[in-house]
């Protein structure tokens, strides 16, 4: 049996992680450490629940005490660390929390195992480490680019990168990272693009379009990107970093436009309003290394992959309604007017 500590597992990769590995092996035992903050939702694992080889523990990753304690108990082989926060719009408002959850959370998770031993520490990091590309660059992120970000939460995530390296050079803790594109699929928290955009226009609210309204993300199906970590797990090589990209570039004006096509809405629920501070251009990933030397490749084509997860928003108004109506009020009401722009 293989047991994987996976924090950050009520959120909406870590979920789709532990459900696709769980689906996968019957040999594999998962702990997830989650703190539930406002996007941690124990309704994303609600059928995972119960399942013997699953066991959830709410926590801080920050806490050295219960992580200590959770190795003594179940002696993880691997920690998977999806535990973030992940919002770039929040972290204009409020750049600290992500400081201590993503530096010093990860730090403190790779201190625990320094001193109890592990055999792989993946870390979930993302493209935005590298900062941003003219939107018609053709020279797109290698895993050798320089770090050049340009937001609180992509600093967060960049500094975090640059710890995780420094246990396996300096201590020896056997580390993986990757870098992923943009995500979408099931159960993704409703404050970003495209389950934001969905969820409005299902309700006949606006998009709210960033006015660079042509600025464009790579897009990865949430469980392309599972299959990736899980590959990684398996034959990475450690002190490594693998790209997972997939080259499929859309514009937030083309993320529009699918999802108002696809539910029948009108134009005129697009709205553009100010970018925020910082908004990046475009992230891209030279995902080669990844291909030629583990076998992975996207399974999930996009046209379908998109059109799929937005009737999986349509479908599953429980999910997402009672996520709106608890974190918006206090949020997006007051959003530009907090950031005195
Ligand atoms: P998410 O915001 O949906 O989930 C984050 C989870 O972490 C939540 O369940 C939350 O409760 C938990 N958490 C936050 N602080 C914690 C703490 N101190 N201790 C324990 N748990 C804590 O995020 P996501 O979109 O699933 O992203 C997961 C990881 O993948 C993050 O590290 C993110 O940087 C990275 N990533 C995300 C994307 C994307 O498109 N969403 C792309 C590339 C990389
Ligand atoms: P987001 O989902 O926040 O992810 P990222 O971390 O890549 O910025 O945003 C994706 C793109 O969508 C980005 O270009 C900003 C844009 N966007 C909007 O135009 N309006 C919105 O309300 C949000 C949340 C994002």
Known sequence: MRTILVTGGCGFIGSNFIRYMLDKYDDVFIINLDALTYCGNLDNLSDINGINRYKFIQ????????????????????????????????????????????????????????????????????????????????????????YK????????????????????????????????GNNYGHYQYPEKLIPLFVTNALEDKSLPLFKSSQNKREWVYVLDHCAAVDLILQHGKVGESYNIGTGVEKSIEEIAAIIL?????????????????????????????????????????????????????????????????????????????KLKL
Not at 81 to 88: D, G, K, M, Q, V
Not at 113 to 118: A, E, L, R, S, V
Not at 155 to 178: L, M, N, Q
Request: charged share 25%; proline share 5%.
């Open 261 to 337: 096509k696809t539910l029948n809405k009108p134009e005129t629920l697009k709205q553009y309003v100010q970018d925020r501070p910082g908004h990046d251009r475009r992230y891209a990933l030279e995902w080669s290394k990844i291909k030629n030397e583990l076998g992975w490749a996207p399974k999930i084509n996009f046209e379908e992959g998109i059109v799929e997860t937005i009737l999986w928003y349509k479908n599953n108004p429980d999910w997402w309604k009672k996520l709106k109506n608890r974190s918006f009020k206090d949020y997006y009401d007051n959003y530009y007017s």
């Open 149 to 180: 970000p340009r937001t609180p939460y992509n600093a967060s995530k960049a500094a975090a990168d640059h710890v995780v390296r420094v246990y396996y050079h300096t201590f020896g803790v056997p580390i993986t990272i990757s870098n992923c």
């Open 59 to 146: 926590g801080d990753i920050g806490d050295f005490e219960l992580v200590s304690s959770i190795f003594q108990e179940f002696k993880p082989d691997i920690v998977v660390n999806f535990a973030a926060e992940s919002h770039n719009d929040r972290a204009v408002l409020n750049p600290r929390i992500f400081l201590e959850t993503n530096v010093l959370g990860t730090q403190n998770l790779l201190e625990v195992c320094k001193k109890f031993g592990i055999k792989r520490f993946h870390h979930i990091s993302t493209c935005e480490v590298f900062g941003d590309l003219d939107l018609n660059d053709s020279n797109i992120f290698t895993e050798s680019s320089p």
